[in-house]
């Protein structure tokens, strides 16, 4: 308010930018040491703040620093959780072990080292000691919130995002959970494809155990550098060749993502940027399978039929596909189909509204305020979280995109190989194939 203040007593805009640029610095600050310090399930919440599409310049420049870069675990701590787990002296299973991490997290660090008998580089992925019991703890402190939350105007069912986080953050402390689904989700994404549109890294399976994961080390640049690499390599990040690897590193995310939650329903749902490496080329590599999520049939398919609503503005359906996934709303406004497709958009898709950069959700002419969720399927939030980490990629690339356009195809294609036709998705298919070859005609 203060702030506020200050700047609308100043007449000249620029000063009146610089102003706001130095009060959310000041603000960036004071969340990334109390995020920092306090640890746990609050450096999830960094990660979640540190979105372009969400937060100020100064907030996602700094916050983004704990999506890799939290504090580490000192080594000696480090190697005592290896030797309980793995039964044996670091120096008897590996032949070099860089005891400085290539990053640490909400909940792990990582380490470069190399197997005895082993010529290949891995990565060893220790847990914090400790860290469960505190980040459960905070849970269940934000669930309290939560309740009270969705008891003031935002009608929006909270609580059951936050029991679906419980669920989800639980699964990350069983690293051989993580494994099985490193090792399932490569296994789809390489054999159902000629090139597998993301790198997933081999385990190996001999050094698993609940807080030790060793897997392959893939060699690439964190995508949150990637301006920087730019930059080095004398590229203009606003060029040509910047905007095409730009379009071509999302597209293969979004591939692969349409792919996992469409087709298969078992998915990797933690895009964030310290989990994107960018390797030779465009290639993409998505690391850390901690939170995976697999969709029951009813909701992959009826998360197809909203997908396909949203990428073609139909906006009398999107109350159906609602209703089949369990999504309760309650409208307050006149035009309720189209606020509901808004808020479809705002809740699945990544492609942000004409000339906004800067999503707020609980604005006061936001769909979310004029239509009450009072119901969201806890298994949802694992899709709605993908969609909204994708999106703050792409904003932060400076590329405004859509996935249900993009997974249209993808959803098409799951309805008919399930034999579910209770849409005309054929009769759909051959009058945009009409309206393409007319097109193509002129």
């Given at each position: ?247 071509s590193i999302l597209n293969s995310l979004s591939r692969a993502y349409g792919q996992m939650i469409l087709k298969s329903g078992f998915f990797h749902a933690d895009p964030h940027p310290g989990n994107i490496l960018i390797c030779n080329g465009p290639e993409v590599a998505l690391l850390d399978y ?153």
């Amino acid at each position: 308010m203060v702030c506020q203040l200050r700047v609308s007593l100043v007449k000249d805009a620029k000063k009146q930018e610089q102003m706001w640029e130095r009060q959310h610095e000041q603000a960036a600050d004071k969340i990334y040491f109390m995020c920092s310090d306090l640890g746990g399930f609050f450096l999830k919440i960094a990660q979640l703040l540190a979105k372009p599409d969400m937060a100020p310049a100064a907030w996602v420049r700094k916050l983004v620093t704990l999506c890799d870069q939290a504090p580490a675990t000192p080594f000696d701590a480090v190697q005592r959780v290896l030797e309980k787990e793995l039964g044996q002296s670091i120096d008897e299973i590996f032949d070099t072990f860089d005891e400085k991490p290539l990053g640490s997290a909400s909940i792990a660090q990582v380490h470069k080292a190399r197997v005895k008998g082993n010529k290949m580089d891995v990565v060893v992925k220790v847990q914090h000691p400790g860290i469960e019991k505190l980040m459960m703890t905070d849970i269940r402190n934000l669930q309290l919130f939560a309740l009270y939350v969705q008891r003031t105007d935002i009608k929006f069912d909270l609580y059951s995002i936050t029991k679906e986080m419980e669920t989800q953050i639980g699964y990350e402390f069983d690293f051989k959970r993580e494994a099985n689904a490193m090792e399932r989700i490569r296994h789809f994404l390489y054999e159902n494809n000629k090139k597998s549109p993301v790198i997933v890294p081999r385990v190996l399976r001999d050094t698993v155990t609940k807080k030790v994961l060793v897997m392959e080390y893939i060699n690439g640049i964190p995508i949150l550098s990637l301006g920087d690499e730019m930059a080095r390599r004398g590229i203009n990040p606003h060029g040509k060749i910047a905007e095409a690897a730009k379009q071509s590193i999302l597209n293969s995310l979004s591939r692969a993502y349409g792919q996992m939650i469409l087709k298969s329903g078992f998915f990797h749902a933690d895009p964030h940027p310290g989990n994107i490496l960018i390797c030779n080329g465009p290639e993409v590599a998505l690391l850390d399978y901690g939170q995976v999520k697999e969709l029951p049939n009813n909701l992959r398919l009826g998360f197809a039929n909203l997908v396909i609503d949203m990428a073609d503005n139909n906006a009398s359906r999107v109350a159906q596909s609602f209703r089949e996934l369990g999504l309760h709303t309650v409208a307050k406004c006149e035009n309720e189909q189209q606020e509901l497709l808004r808020l479809a958009q705002t809740l699945f898709d990544t492609k942000m509204p004409a000339g906004q950069t800067v999503l707020q959700p609980f604005a006061d002419d936001s769909s979310i305020k004029k239509i009450a969720v009072e119901a969201f399927p806890e298994e949802l939030f694992s899709v709605l979280r993908t969609v909204v980490l994708l999106r703050g990629l792409s904003v932060g690339m400076g590329v405004n995109y859509s996935c249900a356009e993009q997974w249209r195809s993808m959803a098409e294609e799951a309805l008919l190989s399930s034999g579910r036709l209770t849409r005309d998705v054929k009769g759909t298919s051959r009058r945009r194939a009409s309206l393409r070859s007319l097109r193509a005609g002129r």
